[in-house]
């Protein structure tokens, strides 16, 4: 569910897995207006859906509408997936962090938590997503730097000690001794500026990610691969968010195939 939805790849991804799981069914996408979004979701359960994904503007929104929220989507602030439970009642929960995670020690497994420092560029929701996510894995400091430096102060009173905010004019220099650098903003996309940031402090081992994923290689890490440092693409992040989902509604983890992942990068 989302306004606009046609856009989503969740479809292709789902019904990729409903197909090599033998299920019968369908994953379709549903626009539905922010108006309208208690009536449909209320509906889930009388027309036999097990479930499904929110997106924008939906996410937060959801909070106030299910009948529980896991733990994760509370701290994260938002829900991407619902489950349908055996008594018609509402699960909300968010799988942006494990598929954040996830992706990451895919794409570099030699990346480890108390490597060092992270920074983390933005103060969104895909922020709140990567904060959990690197805080639940161990790292020990998050330097955290937006536009918005209220929004980031506030963000790292919430998430506590490990956050420290820092003023957007000092994200250049935040990069010295830091393992891994992370966009979570919509600079790099398609249609957007660059990211405006110099890596000439970031160490040659540092992993840089970033969120976006169109286009697959973004400035950033064009910049970061041309001087050597390890990438992992924003792809792997929706992907590996796909996964617990359809895990809740159907009870199988699926894995991503070469087949599924070239489907996709052809979508774009």
């Known amino acids: ?88 009642s509402l699960h909300g929960t968010n799988t942006d962090a494990f598929g954040y995670i996830e992706s990451l020690r895919e794409a570099q497994p030699a990346w480890k938590a108390t490597q060092g420092p992270a920074v983390v560029l933005g103060a969104g929701g895909a922020a709140r997503a990567v904060l959990c996510a690197l805080i639940g894995a161990g790292v020990p400091l998050i330097r955290l730097c937006n536009r918005d430096a209220g929004k980031a102060q506030a963000l790292a009173q919430e998430f506590g000690a490990q956050v420290q905010a820092l003023p957007w004019g000092e994200r250049h220099a ?41 286009p697959r290689i973004t400035p950033l890490l064009a910049a970061a691969q041309a001087r050597g440092n390890p990438v992992a693409e924003g792809l792997g992040m929706l992907l590996h968010q796909a996964r617990p989902a359809f895990a809740a509604w159907f009870g199988s983890m699926p894995n991503i195939s070469a087949s599924l992942l070239q489907a996709v990068r052809g979508s774009f």
């Open 174 to 214: 935040a990069l010295e001794s830091a393992a891994l650098l992370v966009n979570t903003t919509s600079l790099g996309m398609y249609g957007q500026d660059a990211l405006d940031i110099r890596l000439d402090a970031l160490p040659p081992k540092a992993v840089v990610s970033d969120i976006v994923y169109v």
């Open 1 to 88: 569910m989302g306004w606009p939805v046609a856009h989503s790849r969740s479809p292709l991804i789902h019904g990729h897995w409903i197909a090599e799981h033998g299920l019968r069914g369908a994953y379709i996408p549903l626009a539905v207006q922010p108006a309208h979004l208690e009536q449909a979701l209320r509906a889930l359960p009388v027309l036999g859906f097990a479930g499904c994904n929110l997106t924008i503007p939906h996410k937060v929104q959801a909070l106030a509408i299910l009948d529980a929220i896991d733990p994760i989507a509370q701290r994260i602030g938002a829900v991407n997936t619902v489950v349908v439970q055996a008594d018609g």
